[in-house]
């Protein structure tokens, strides 16, 4: 039975009808009189009082509980709130040869964050090679080996194709960590033949944001530029963020956040195994934002994508990240925080363990029509189905054509209030279909709206 809190009305009538029962001889509703100032004033304390006692109602209960009366619950449940953090990742800095990089040696983004290495690093020539490249019009790409240092945006020099329009010094595009792409002219042969390698002078070193936050992060391929440039004079000055981007930055954990941990950790039976125990862990590190268990099938195939009964396989998101797919890194870490919470079944070996991230499946969002078709309302659709994305799509489920469809109908502007009127998409069409090990992402990016 929810507490009946009196309103200031209530309590003025209450202290007047005491004032009359006690002193039959006055009237406390004379305007003016010193007893109606008495019980009015009277009354404004014991309302005051009464908001502290709904205050205090609030922050008894971990669903309502907020700030510093979140953290008692928190405490309560062993489950710290995840502080904020700076992002960290790999850059890949060019230069001379033998030019040394020290730590500490600050770099800033175009946004204005900096971030300083971690380590001394020294510019070096991979000297690698090329185990094949293939072209598509005039863009070559080129496959390798073993992984690559290289990030979007570096020049490198590929030599020893038999066909000469593949060799040339130029800017390349990251693919993954074991190719790249350059444009080339002509229509050379493809597959390219010959001992193909690449050289390129780099630095490869960690860096670590001075400041905290998501917007520390950073895409693949991102410029930071060195702070003070007569620091290194064997360098650019030009450093590029490698493909994993830089990412972990994030504020200090919502309430909103911290209260779905608490939560979900009442809610665990302490002694049984469960999935919410492997989300909880997960979760556990600053920076994830969504964990999905996948259930296990008695005959199984085993690991990640098949698991058996005694495995288990968690996929991360990171939300918040330039990129919401989480490197190798991040997916270790995960797994070491699961261990170490104990969180898996008593007859799971660490080797059974599976943390991964998910393969995105994304679709262009392309408005045929919009009305009304504003800035402002472009923006509002992509935060309205960046949120949608993020909020209620599920691991290896398709997104049916109504729920996004509904997503969109119910934008509103919140600069001018408007609602959208009406709209049409050329695509998608029909449901976003996933697989295993999938899920659908928004890259708000691609959204294209009418001119």
């Known amino acids: 039975m929810p507490i009946e809190h009196p309103s200031f009305d209530d309590f003025v009538e209450l202290v007047r009808a005491e004032l009359r029962r006690q ?5 406390p509703t004379v305007f003016g009189s010193w007893s109606r100032g008495f019980t009015d004033g009277v009354a404004a304390a014991a309302s005051a009082l009464d908001l502290v006692v709904r205050d205090v109602e609030t922050q008894l209960f971990p669903q309502t509980a907020q700030g510093e009366f979140l953290n008692i619950w928190g405490d309560y449940e062993g489950l710290p709130r995840n502080a904020a953090a ?26 204005g964050f900096e971030y300083a290495t971690s380590e001394i690093s020294t510019v070096t020539d991979p000297d690698q090679g090329i185990t094949g490249i293939t072209r598509v019009g005039t863009t070559a790409t080129a496959t390798v080996a073993e992984g690559h240092a ?24 990251v693919l993954s960590s074991l190719t790249f792409s350059y444009e080339v002219s002509g229509s050379p042969t493809t597959p390219a033949t010959g001992t193909i390698g690449y050289n390129a002078a ?58 779905a941990r608490i939560l979900l950790s009442r809610s665990i039976i302490e002694g049984v195994f469960t999935e919410d125990q492997v989300i909880l862990a997960a979760l556990s590190l600053s920076g994830n934002t969504r964990a999905f268990v ?36 991040v997916l270790d870490a995960t797994k070491e925080l699961i261990v170490a919470d ?14 991964e991230a998910p393969d995105p499946v994304s679709e262009v969002f392309d408005f045929n029509s919009l009305e009304p078709n504003t800035t402002t309302m472009q923006e509002a659709i992509r935060a309205q189905l960046t949120a949608f994305f993020q909020d209620s ?21 919140t600069q001018t209030g408007d609602f959208i009127e009406s709209f049409a998409l050329t695509t998608p069409s029909g449901p976003i279909v996933v697989t295993d090990g999938e899920i659908a992402v928004y890259d708000d990016t691609t959204t294209v709206f009418p001119t």
Not at 23 to 27: E, K, Y
């Open 393 to 413: 799509v599920q691991f290896e489920t398709n997104v049916t054509e109504n729920a996004y469809i509904s997503a969109i109908q119910t934008t509103q502007d």
């Open 294 to 329: 996948k259930r296990p099938t008695v005959g199984g195939a085993g690991g990640a994508e098949d698991p058996y009964p005694g495995q288990v396989a968690v996929y991360i998101m990171r939300d918040d990240d330039a990129n919401p797919i989480p490197p190798t890194t």
């Open 23 to 27: 002193i039959p001889t006055i009237d």
């Open 86 to 111: 700076g992002a960290i990742g790999l850059i890949s800095i060019p230069g001379v040869l033998g030019t040394v990089v020290s730590a500490g040696t600050i770099f800033t983004s175009a946004t």
């Open 150 to 173: 290289l990030a979007t945006g570096m020049e490198v020099t590929v030599s020893g194709a038999d066909q000469a329009e593949y060799n040339i010094t130029t800017t390349v595009s």
């Open 202 to 259: 780099f630095a490869v070193v960690d860096v670590a944001a001075i400041l905290t936050g998501a917007q520390t992060n950073a895409d693949a391929g991102a410029l930071l530029t060195l702070t003070t440039p007569s620091e290194i004079t064997d360098i650019d000055g030009d450093a590029y963020v490698q493909i994993d981007g830089l990412s972990g930055g994030s504020s200090i954990e919502s309430d909103e956040d911290y209260r």
């Open 342 to 355: 104990g969180a898996m079944p008593a007859h799971t070996a660490e080797a059974d363990i599976f943390v």
